[in-house]
Nanobody, 122 residues
Framework: QVQLVESGGGLVQPGGSLRLSCAALGSIFSINAMGWYRQAPGKQRELVAAISMGGTTNYADSVKGRFTISRDNAKKTVTLQMNSLKPEDTAVYYC????????????????WGQGTQVTVSA
């Protein structure tokens, strides 16, 4: 079993920055990729960015050039640096991980965090 502990998030003005962090605990030997997904009110959950333990990344088109995902393989942590935030980035952001790289990097792996709210508003 894997538990994901998220930190970061909050309220920021348009154009501002936030950093989200996530640490995986438990049976972390099985993890091959980590990522972030988000869900806005009335919308489906969508991929924001994901990264494999080998460093391959996948970003949603809407965040390319603004968000950067990074990982620490030894600590099994993943960080999402979000710059130039827009009101449409407002959502609950979920950390995700799993054993199947393709799943984590496209539709979500086996394990989800509790979610952290990101609100972009003036």
């Amino acid at each position: 079993q894997v538990q994901l502990v998220e930190s970061g998030g909050g309220l920021v003005q348009p154009g501002g920055s936030l950093r989200l962090s996530c640490a995986a605990l438990g049976s972390i030997f099985s993890i091959n990729a980590m990522g972030w997904y988000r869900q806005a009110p009335g919308k489906q959950r969508e991929l924001v960015a994901a990264i494999s333990m080998g460093g391959t990344t996948n970003y949603a088109d809407s965040v390319k050039g603004r968000f950067t995902i990074s990982r620490d393989n030894a600590k099994k942590t993943v960080t999402l640096q979000m710059n130039s935030l827009k009101p449409e980035d407002t959502a609950v952001y979920y950390c995700n991980t799993g054993t199947q790289v393709w799943s984590v990097m496209t539709r979500g792996g086996d394990y989800w965090g509790q979610g952290t709210q990101v609100t972009v508003s003036a």
